[in-house]
Structure formats: C-alpha cells, structure tokens
C-alpha cells in the first residue's frame, strides 16, 4: 500500500486566495483526520471523519475552513480566504476505527502539506 | 482538561550516551498512551501503545514504560539515526477517535 497520500507538498499562496489541500487515506480505513502542526501549538486536530460522515470539527478554527470527504478514498481540506497565520504544516491521518466511541489503536499519517499563506 | 506535558524539548545525545524523555499526562479514565517518531519534513509514524500502568514495550533500542500519571521513552545506547522528534499522545475522556499530543522532544544523537 502505498500509505497515505497528500497533495500538494507545499503551497505558496497569497492573502485571500483559496487554498485546497487534498488527502488519499489508506484502502480499507474507516476515519480519516485533518491535523495542523505549527511551532507553537504543535499538532492539533482540526476535523475527523467515520465512513465518510464529519464527527468532530471543534478542531477547525473559524467559518474559513472548511472539509469534506466525498467518498471514502478523497477528502479536501479548504482555506477560503486564507491569511498569514494559516501557514502551518497541514497533515491527514487514516486508520481504521471499530466504532466513534473506540480508542484509536493506530494512526497512519501523510507526509503533510507545507502551506505558506504570504 | 485533558493535557498533555513532554520534556525537555530538545535533549542532545551522544552516540551510546543513554536518556530518558518524559510524558506527563492529565486525562481521565487513560484509554491508551501513544508515542509516535517524526522525522523531518515527514508524518509522525506509531511506534508504541501502552495501557496500563507497569507495562512495557520496546522495539530495538527503545523501551516505554507507564505508571498512572506519566510515560517514558528510554533510549539504550542510541544512534545517530534515532534522531527525531518523540510525540506523545492520549485519548481526551469520552471522546473516541480523537488523540491529543504533547508538544515532542526533539532527540539529536551525535556520533
């Protein structure tokens, strides 16, 4: 398997624009996660999925943000509009969870999107 | 609130120079404490779980231990490629699926 799989590997993008971050979980995984990893709030959650269906978004900042997963191999993670504090590293997870209440045994990260917001 | 505390932030090793990093955790009803290697310019990738207090893992040149209030990642004799950065990770009570991390040791091992 090829694991999971993000694009782009880095964005450079100005003030305002509209950025969309993409992510290919692994076949066969149920939940996929939306993290961000900055320097000084380390790696926070933003959004998660179970089959397809958005459990918890307290994660995501404000109204700019916002994620979808269509079917169970995509899922975007848009920024519209985007400003400087954005800029962050944006990483998608996937595993395989037996039901929304369970301990996560074992997340499977991406390489991550590095975004910087100018 | 749930949180979760990592020290120190940074620790420099010699090659064959043994430590420790420390995770401090408060969380109620501990479902499991994660930790997770990240090297640079990549994700973070699982290395160990632990659920209770007194166990232990190891894999290779790495042994976490558990007691009901912190974990740590005791590095025998490591090697260069061992540097990194060491997350841990807990469930926040009563909310599945999710994980909240420290903010990582950054491990540099100097030959």
């Known amino acids: 398997d090829a694991g999971v799989i993000q694009s782009p590997r880095h964005e450079v993008t100005e003030m305002g624009q509209e950025v969309t971050l993409r992510c290919k979980p692994i076949s066969g995984h149920n939940s996929l996660f939306w993290y961000r990893q900055t320097m000084m709030r380390g790696l926070e959650l933003l959004i998660y999925?179970?089959?397809?269906?958005?459990?918890?978004d307290s994660g995501m900042p404000e109204d700019r943000f916002s994620a979808k997963m269509p079917n169970a191999s995509f899922s975007t993670l848009k920024i519209q509009p985007s400003e400087p504090r954005d800029s962050a590293v944006y990483f998608c997870?996937?595993?395989?969870?037996?039901?929304?209440?369970?301990?996560?045994?074992?997340?499977?990260f991406g390489s991550g999107t590095q975004l910087s917001v100018l | 609130e749930d949180q979760v505390t990592q020290s120190p932030e940074a620790l420099r090793l010699q090659e064959g120079e043994s430590s420790s990093l420390n995770c401090s955790y408060t969380?109620?009803?501990?479902?499991?404490l994660f930790w997770y290697r990240q090297d640079p310019g990549k994700g973070p990738e699982f290395l160990f779980t632990?659920?209770?207090a007194g166990e232990e893992k190891e894999k290779e040149r790495l042994k976490a231990t558990l007691t009901k209030k912190e974990s740590f990642l005791h590095i025998t004799a490591p090697k260069p490629e061992d540097s990194a950065t060491y997350l841990c990770?807990?469930?926040?009570?009563?909310?599945?699926?999710?994980?909240?991390f420290g903010q990582g040791t950054e491990l540099s091992v100097k030959p």
């Open positions: 999925f179970n089959n397809n269906v958005p459990i918890d």
């Open positions: 990770a807990v469930p926040p009570y009563n909310q599945g699926g999710k994980l909240i």
């Open positions: 969380v109620s009803g501990l479902r499991g």
């Open positions: 997870a996937s595993s395989l969870l037996r039901d929304t209440s369970a301990t996560n045994e074992k997340l499977f």
């Open positions: 632990l659920y209770s």
